[in-house]
């Protein structure tokens, strides 16, 4: 059993995992970065190791550093929360290799699965339908080119290795071949070491739909449900809930059946999400594996009762999970509102010092999940999400109202923070029926967030 | 005259786009800061020249860093 657990990122992701080790009795050991020395959760922890500057590069990216912590605080395990290395599988090798139990799946599959290529050509062999396109990266414009003559434009050129939201890019037009298949590859090789690319049919009016799977080394897959995540902007997720809208009981038994079959045939144990898509004419397609703790999981524990981070140290100890696929319940409606360092109107992001701070009144229909704390100072070179905001109520009419309510009750002074655009998206006639797609932002506020800024590969 | 352009936001440098020698005009991305995540880009106010680029990949930035050294055209 883990004893000391080191938590290898930052912001609100840190204070959710610690949560989890409190209850089970792990000490917990946070890293910090010159720009996070005034953190909050540095308190909370038993052990806080600086681990460099800024720089994420030479902090929360250094391989190095984060081991060396991990050993001078006497560490037996590492957590990698989201973003950052927590899927790279050079990462969970190392962490391996210093004796230290990785909280994730085995190095060898993360490697295998970070190739979406890898993925397409799983579905295949089990026979989930995934995006149709290419099974395989195009090695030459020409190839995009005799494709798109044959099904037609517009297409989606996405990077093998790519992820959050970056290296996918639209191609409307012979004309823009050649230029926009060098620009990704190109992009690849900067931000994710492979400049491979393969081509997706564009889906008409998706929504997005996501899995939340736990397995352990024991044979046990247990589905948490699905949740929907399509109200995004620049690709990335604002508002999460769950259960979907439009996915029926046959629907999800449908989409658990695939799920299984995916989870058994990479061999994965720990907590994962396989991300999809359901066209508008109701077909789902198999997208990819998301293999860490998602910042949406919250959702999910507020529908079955299930906390996944509890199982993520269970199965990486090597326990059995200690419940099956039939003490499921999947009860109610949750919603999450994402809030982030951002102008409400034009998505730009908003470094600062926080000067005023009111949180709102959580208790069992609504968890906020944060770092903050009055006179905080967010920096500019990580993530701007500040917190996130969940509800739960018997039915989606009443987990929308709460969730509003406590919106409304949020205050942050000093920064721009996305409060009242998440306010505006839940109070949306669309968003309040349900009537929606991942291209809601653009069709309901006009607003992509894309005219202002792009995301970046870091 | 001498004129440099500098950050106009805090962050990291994604990259610089222009290299010694080049002519940019006024309005034309010379570099790009990734702030939070989200990538924006910074534009030359004058037609010049580029003397010397002063920022890196991953060099961090206060708003105010001097990114680019131009020389400025019509001196």
Redesign the interface.
């Known amino acids: 059993m883990i004893k000391r657990l080191l938590i290898a990122n930052r912001g609100e992701i840190v204070t959710r995992i610690i949560r989890t080790c409190k209850e089970m009795g792990i000490a917990t050991v946070a890293v910090y970065s010159e720009a996070d020395r005034e953190a909050p959760y540095l308190d909370m922890v038993d052990e806080a190791v600086h681990i460099g500057?800024?720089?994420?590069?030479h902090s929360y990216l250094s391989i190095e550093a984060l081991i060396d912590a991990a050993r001078k605080s006497g560490s037996d395990a590492v957590h990698p929360g989201y973003g950052f290395l927590s899927e790279r599988a050079v990462f969970a090798q190392a962490v391996v290799n210093a004796g230290l139990v990785w909280v994730g799946p085995a190095p060898e599959v993360m490697k295998s699965i970070s190739s979406k290529c890898y993925c397409r050509h799983l579905a295949a062999g089990v026979g989930v339908p995934f995006i149709p396109g290419t099974l395989d990266p195009v090695n030459d414009p020409r190839d995009v080119a005799a494709y798109g003559r044959e099904h037609g434009y517009p297409l989606f050129l996405k990077l093998d290795k790519g992820g959050g939201g970056k290296g996918i890019e639209m191609v409307s037009s012979e004309g823009q071949v050649e230029q926009i298949f060098q620009r990704t590859c190109s992009i690849g090789n900067m931000a994710f070491g492979s400049g491979a690319c393969y081509i997706e049919k564009v889906i008409d009016s998706p929504r997005h739909i996501e899995i939340q799977f736990v397995a352990d080394n024991y044979g046990n897959c247990v589905l948490l449900g699905e949740r929907e995540c399509s109200i995004q902007r620049?690709h990335q997720k604002i508002i999460e809930e769950a259960p979907s809208v439009v996915v029926t009981e046959q629907e999800r038994e449908l989409l658990f059946d695939y799920s299984r079959r995916l989870v058994r045939r990479m061999n994965y144990h720990g907590a994962g999400t396989l991300e999809g898509l359901r066209s508008a004419d109701g077909r789902y397609y198999f997208m990819e594996v998301n293999a860490r703790l998602q910042v949406e999981h919250g959702v999910s524990e507020l529908l079955t009762g299930i906390d996944i981070v509890k199982c993520q140290i269970q199965t990486a100890s090597g326990e059995a999970l200690g419940f099956r696929q039939e003490d499921i319940g999947l009860r109610g409606h949750a919603i999450e509102a994402r809030v982030y360092?951002?102008d409400p109107e034009t998505?730009?992001?908003s470094?600062g010092r926080i000067s005023g701070l009111q949180l709102p009144e959580t208790g069992r229909d609504l968890r906020v999940d944060h770092a903050l704390e009055n006179n905080y100072s967010v920096p500019?070179?990580?993530?701007?999400l500040l917190a996130k905001v969940i509800s739960w109520g018997e039915d989606r009419t009443r987990a929308r109202e709460r969730l509003i309510s406590g919106l409304e009750q949020f205050v942050i002074v000093g920064v721009k923070s996305t409060i009242s655009a998440n306010l505006r998206i839940l109070r949306h006639p669309n968003f309040a029926s349900g009537d929606f797609s991942t291209a809601f932002m653009s069709e309901c506020f006009n607003n992509t967030g894309s005219h202002?800024?792009?995301?970046?590969?870091? | 005259m001498e004129k440099s352009v500098n950050a106009i936001?805090?962050?990291?440098c994604?990259r610089v786009v222009v290299n010694e020698g080049d002519k940019v005009s006024a309005g034309q991305e010379v570099a790009?800061i990734?702030?939070?995540?989200?990538?924006?880009s910074v534009t030359s106010e004058w037609n010049g020249t580029v003397k010397s680029v002063l920022s890196k990949e991953?060099?961090?930035l206060e708003v105010g860093t001097p990114m680019v050294m131009l020389v400025v055209d019509g001196d």
Not at chain 1, 380 to 384: K, R
Not at chain 1, 452 to 458: H, M, V
Not at chain 2, 34 to 40: R, V
């Open positions: 500057p800024s720089n994420p590069l620049r360092a951002e998505f730009l992001p470094p500019p070179y990580y993530d701007p202002f800024g792009k995301e970046g590969p870091r | 936001i805090p962050g990291l994604a790009v990734n702030c939070m995540k989200t990538e924006i991953w060099d961090e």
